[in-house]
Nanobody, 125 residues
């Protein structure tokens, strides 16, 4: 089992930035792909970004490419999401997810076994 706890959400003006963190605990000796998803009110959960265990492979949703950067520190068991040039449409609850896969970065929610509780990001116009 892996427990995930997100932090770093908040209220920011459009054009601003935030950095989300996801701390993993539990069975962190195994190797996991980590990802960020988000869910806006009334919408389905969508993939934002993902990173392989080594960090060599990353995937981004087209809507956040060139604005968001995912990274991880395996020594600290933390994955980050740096969000720049935020837009009101980025407003959502952001969830951290993990799955025991070494190289491929899945982009569908059902492909991830472990989830955090989410952190809310609100971008005002």
């Amino acid at each position: 089992q892996v427990q995930l706890v997100e932090s770093g959400g908040g209220l920011v003006q459009a054009g601003g930035h935030l950095k989300l963190s996801c701390a993993a605990s539990g069975r962190t000796g195994s190797r996991y792909v980590m990802a960020w998803f988000r869910q806006a009110p009334g919408k389905e959960r969508e993939f934002v970004a993902g990173i392989s265990w080594s960090g060599a492979n990353t995937e981004y949703a087209n809507s956040v490419k060139d604005r968001f950067t995912i990274s991880r520190d395996n020594a600290l068991n933390i994955v980050y999401l740096q969000m720049n040039s935020l837009k009101p449409e980025d407003t959502a609850v952001y969830y951290c997810a993990a799955q025991h896969i070494l190289l491929v970065v899945p982009t569908r929610p059902y492909e991830y076994a472990y989830w955090g509780q989410g952190t809310k990001v609100t971008v005002s116009s």
